[in-house]
């Protein structure tokens, strides 16, 4: 690159990374295709009969530019919010619109604040933009929505992030505890709520959405129930100077015609988003009873995915590993106390069988072998330092 | 917003602003279904059905993540050009990937430099990314690249956009001369060449893909000959550093599954390609005929659209209102010396029949109408203001 101009400070500085290593990735290093999808919460029970039709539909639009305003979408899903079309925008999924909120609110070195060991996409848009990150640690399997309210005041935060439900622990808090959190933030800083699994969660969970004052951007996505994950499309719910910002600076044309087609169709469908939200409970207490068969607890989920405690972490990489080994593909997550646990999609009942046979089967191979070979497993997984907390939290 | 916190300094001090109106919102706006969609340069000839056949297909998949890699669909472009891996990457059309290369290259307050009345989302995302726009006119309805040249040095500009073949013209440079542009940028400054409609263009047009040397960023879309303009996916070639760059800041999961698939499968069929941009060179002609015989010139194009020099902005926005209260949606350009002409999609067969006769119909009674009709037509048109260039350039 002799004549080349450098890139921007930021850019420069960045390490090369990626969020996560996709399942695509997984399979062409390992040259061989996974039998169970279990680990990036992926819905096993596909869409709505009526999304498949209207995408199949749209394909023979597919020469013509979508509308850029997805208006349509958003006013079916402002009239089912009850809010107004200027509290909403649609975008490529939650990631996208994850990276547009950093970059509406956090200038270069302003501190954002999340979860050590939360989603990772929003840590890669708070440094690809320059912000600065402040981590606090999970307690028991929680948000701390104390420690979280302190250390925003501490770093005075612009933006603090929360999935709730949460992901990776499938754990959450109460509308009453959000709504107090809240109101306990400092005027200057925003809270960035993720509602990926809302649509698992009971009804406790959800914060009601309430524009009299705002203090909070929500995201949701088509990705998880309504299982639209590779069509790419979400939305943000804000106030609408929030809203406006977003438009100033968004991709106009960012998201596919036949997603937003099938976006739209799925709010038409809301018994097959019950439905699918009623066999992913039966799945959580099916993997429930799994884990008490092999002597392990879970940790209480409102998602679509349950996290699976295997005491230590040298213990959950092995497993991860050994999956692996067996073209099953589950996620565990990246920090401490988290990492003793693996993550595991709750699937439809034919993967749920086939992937406690393979547990079962390996964890008796895991729980048998000696100390070395399970370190041996341990150092080749997932370069991750030792620094877990054997401390057993029972949840 | 009491207690809001403030947005950015850049968002903050943005406009708002949409870098065009779009197809969707005009029809929205009138209450009224477009019969004519001729003002976005999307495809009359729809997709390869091998593309048809593969986003159908994949639907059945789009339950599941796409591949952040789109490693096959790259694999199989870098084939095409003779590139390495290492020098592509897939974005969601062209518009995602000059946000992205904005964002990787242009500090706030850094220089860009284009053509006055070119492309304007590049704009868009240079001021939202707060970089400073610096704006060439266009000469004899070509790039000025000489003045281009100038001004990169005068300003310092890091980077320097270009079309070409160029919208919204039509016209182009050779190759040569675009290499000798290159060899005549500052060290500093970067080409960011988008070749959305390279497939229309004769091979002189096409600067040879050699990566001895790193100074030119090139984006091309699957939307304009490959028909698949409502599946948001296209691709910058460039040096590997610039490639790992933008892989430390791109949106990994951005592109829909179905547009992969599609774009994948279009490359597959180059014959497809080719009957469509045969077609797309009779239909130039035959706007070219109609042109000669209502007494007007058309610009010389080597795209899928034609611009019609109307002679003066009055006529111009007069004839585009006049058109759009039929039904007929075309658009123009948004400067002078540009903005006498309209610019107008090659349609199919029949598409181009229905716009001749409306066409030539409106242009009776706008020739007839007198000045004050007209001048009365314009004010109520794009809120221009008159700054045409009067003199007619014959092309």
Redesign the interface.
Known sequence: ?????P???I??A??????FV????LE?RRRQPLKL?LG?N??????SPLA?EA??E??E?????????S?ELRAKLTSIHGIAMENLVVG??I??LL?LTV?????PGEAAVTSLGAYP?FNYHVA?YGGQLHFVPYREFHNDLQALGETVTKVRA?LVYLANPDNPTGTYHTAASLQAFIERLP????LLLDEAYVEFAPPETVLPINYS???VIRLRTF?KGY??????IGYAIA?R??I??F???R?????????QA?ALASLHDPEFLRDVVSAVEEGRREYEVLARQLNLSVLPSATNFVAIDMGCVERACAIVDRLLERDVFVRMPSAPPLNRCIRVTVGTPLERVAFAETLSDILTSVVVADTNAVNRLYRNSLNLKARDNPRRIDV
């Open positions: 690159m002799n004549n080349e101009p890139f921007t400070r850019v420069q960045l390490p090369q990374m990626v969020p996709s399942p695509s990735t062409r999808r990036a992926e819905s096993g029970f596909g869409i498949r995408m199949h749209a394909i639009g597919i020469n013509w530019y979508g509308d850029p305003e208006y490529s999924g990631d996208d990276g970059r509406t609110f956090i200038e996409t690809g612009r005027s200057e800083c925003l004052e705002s203090r990705s299982g639209l994950a590779g069509a790419r106030d100077e929030t406006t910002a438009e100033k600076i991709l106009h044309y960012g998201v596919n015609r036949i997603a099938g």
